[in-house]
C-alpha cells in the first residue's frame, strides 16, 4: 500500500511550521523538496570528497570523477537513452534548450519554420523567438482550446516540408496537460523535422522512454524531481548532437588547443564546458534512485487520486473556477475566485501555512488566452496528503471570505 505519510517522515522541511501554522507545501510544479537521502548524498560530497573531475590523478579527483559519472548513468538508465553520451548535464531545463537552439542557428536558413506549441513555459518560446531573429526562420504556433488541450488538426496544418524543428512540453507547467507527445514526434519525423521536448513538468509524474519515444532532444531538472537546484539533464540523439556545434567553449570540452586551432573533445564533453555543478550531478542520480525505489507507476496512481479529490473539493467553492480541464492532465490545479485577484488569494493561504503559486507562471500566452492576469496553482506530489487538500479548500474559503 502506498504509504504518503510514511514517505512524508524522509522530507525534513515537511516538518515545518509557516506563521505558526504546519506547513502544507503545493508548489511542487515550481519545485519539488528534498528527501533525506539526498541531502545525505549532498553532505557526503562535500564532507569526504570534494575535488573537481576528470583527469585528476588523486584519489578525492577520481572518486568525484566515479561517483558523477554514474550519476549520468543513472539518468541514462531511468530515461531509456541509447548511449550515456547521449545525456548532456546541464545548469537545468532553460540551459538545455538554449544549447540546442544556439546550435540550430548555424543550421537553419530564412525558409524554415520552426513550431512550438500555445501551452509553453516562457523558456520554451523565448529562445526560439531569439533563434528566429537571428537565423530569420519563422516561428508557428500550435493553438489551444479552452480545455487547454492542444488543437492537433491545426498542427497537421502548420507542418510543411520548411519544418524544421518542432518544439513542445510534455506536461504544461501551467495546467497541468499532459500534450500528445507521441503523435506530435510522429508527425514531425514525417516532414523531416526534429522535436525537443521540455520535460521539466514530466519528469516528476511520468517515466519518459528516449528510445520508446523516439525523440531528437529532451530536458529536465533534478529539482522537479526531488533533487537539488541548478542540474539538469539534456538527452540528444548521438548524431543530432554531432551536427550541434558547442556552446560554451573553455576547459573540458576540447581535445587539443593550439593558438593556430582548437579540436573539441567527443560526447558528452564537447558540450560541458568548465567545472559542472559536481556535487548537482551526483545527488540528481540520488534523488531518481529515490523515486524509483517509491516507484512511478504508484506515484501515478496516488497522484492521480489527489487531483481527483482536490478538483472535486475546490469545485464546491461557488465562484470558483478551474483553468486547464484536459481529459489527459496531471496533479496541478490552476484555478481563480470571481472578482478577487489571484495574488491576494496566495497571499492569504500563506498566513495560514499553504504555499501554493500565483501569477502567470511564466506562461503569459496562456494567461492571455483566457483574459485573465493569472491564476492560482495548487501542484501536489507524492508526498501531499488529501488532509492537506483540506487544509487548501478551507484556506480557501476563508481568504474568499476576507476578500469578498
Given amino acids: 500500500m502506498f504509504n504518503a505519510e510514511k514517505i512524508r517522515q524522509d522530507f525534513p522541511i515537511l516538518q515545518r511550521q509557516v506563521n505558526g501554522k504546519?506547513?502544507?507545501?503545493?508548489?511542487?510544479?515550481?519545485?519539488?523538496?528534498t528527501p533525506q537521502q539526498v541531502i545525505d548524498v549532498i553532505v557526503d560530497y562535500y564532507s569526504n570528497y570534494n575535488a573537481n573531475i576528470h583527469r585528476g590523478v588523486h584519489t578525492l579527483s577520481q572518486e568525484a570523477t566515479d561517483k558523477y559519472e554514474a550519476g549520468r548513468h543513472t539518468i541514462q538508465k531511468h530515461f531509456n537513452a541509447k548511449h550515456a553520451h547521449?545525456?548532456?548535464m546541464t545548469a537545468g531545463t532553460t540551459h538545455g534548450i538554449n544549447l540546442v537552439a544556439n546550435g540550430f542557428s548555424s543550421l537553419l536558413k530564412k525558409e524554415d519554420e520552426i513550431i512550438v506549441s500555445a501551452l509553453e513555459h516562457h523558456s520554451n518560446i523565448v529562445p526560439w523567438q531569439m533563434l528566429c531573429e537571428k537565423t530569420g526562420a519563422t516561428l508557428k504556433v500550435i493553438p489551444m482550446n479552452m480545455a487547454g488541450e492542444l488543437i492537433m488538426d491545426d498542427y497537421d496544418t502548420l507542418l510543411s516540408k520548411n519544418t524544421k524543428l518542432v518544439f513542445v512540453n510534455h506536461i504544461s507547467n501551467a495546467l497541468g496537460t499532459i500534450n500528445p507527445i507521441e503523435e506530435i514526434i510522429t508527425k514531425a519525423h514525417q516532414v523531416g523535422a526534429a522535436v525537443l521536448v521540455d520535460g521539466a513538468q514530466a519528469c516528476p509524474?511520468?517515466?519518459?522512454?528516449?528510445?520508446?519515444?523516439?525523440?531528437?532532444?529532451?530536458?529536465?531538472?533534478?529539482?522537479?524531481?526531488?533533487?537539488?537546484?541548478?542540474?539538469?539533464?539534456?538527452?540528444?540523439?548521438?548524431?543530432?548532437?554531432?551536427?550541434?556545434?558547442?556552446?560554451?567553449?573553455?576547459?573540458?570540452?576540447?581535445?587539443?588547443?593550439?593558438?593556430?586551432?582548437?579540436?573539441?573533445?567527443?560526447?558528452?564533453?564537447?558540450?560541458?564546458?568548465?567545472?559542472?555543478?559536481?556535487?548537482?550531478?551526483?545527488?540528481?542520480?540520488?534523488?531518481?534512485?529515490?523515486?524509483?525505489?517509491?516507484?512511478?507507476?504508484?506515484?501515478?496512481?496516488?497522484?492521480?487520486?489527489?487531483?481527483?479529490?482536490?478538483?472535486?473539493?475546490?469545485?464546491?467553492?461557488?465562484?470558483?473556477?478551474?483553468?486547464g480541464t484536459a481529459k489527459n492532465k496531471t496533479s496541478v490545479i490552476s484555478f481563480n475566485l470571481e472578482g478577487i485577484h489571484p495574488y491576494d488569494i496566495g497571499t492569504l493561504l500563506d498566513k495560514m501555512g499553504i504555499a501554493v503559486r500565483t501569477g502567470h507562471h511564466c506562461a503569459q500566452p496562456i494567461m492571455n488566452f483566457y483574459n485573465i492576469p493569472g491564476t492560482v496553482r495548487a501542484s501536489f506530489a507524492f508526498y501531499n496528503t488529501k488532509a492537506e487538500v483540506d487544509a487548501l479548500v478551507t484556506g480557501v474559503k476563508k481568504a474568499q471570505m476576507m476578500l469578498a
Fill in 22 to 33: 504546519p506547513l502544507v507545501y503545493l508548489d511542487n510544479a515550481a519545485t519539488s523538496q
Fill in 86 to 88: 547521449e545525456i548532456i
Fill in 205 to 323: 509524474h511520468i517515466k519518459a522512454d528516449m528510445q520508446a519515444l523516439d525523440v531528437d532532444f529532451y530536458v529536465a531538472s533534478a529539482h522537479k524531481m526531488c533533487g537539488p537546484t541548478g542540474v539538469g539533464f539534456l538527452y540528444g540523439k548521438e548524431d543530432w548532437l554531432n551536427k550541434l556545434p558547442p556552446y560554451q567553449g573553455g576547459g573540458e570540452m576540447i581535445a587539443e588547443v593550439t593558438f593556430e586551432k582548437t579540436t573539441y573533445a567527443d560526447l558528452p564533453h564537447k558540450f560541458e564546458a568548465g567545472t559542472p555543478n559536481i556535487c548537482g550531478g551526483i545527488a540528481f542520480g540520488a534523488a531518481i534512485d529515490y523515486m524509483n525505489n517509491i516507484g512511478f507507476d504508484a506515484i501515478a496512481k496516488y497522484e492521480h487520486e489527489l487531483l481527483e479529490y482536490a478538483t472535486a473539493e475546490l469545485l464546491k467553492i461557488e465562484g470558483l473556477k478551474i483553468y
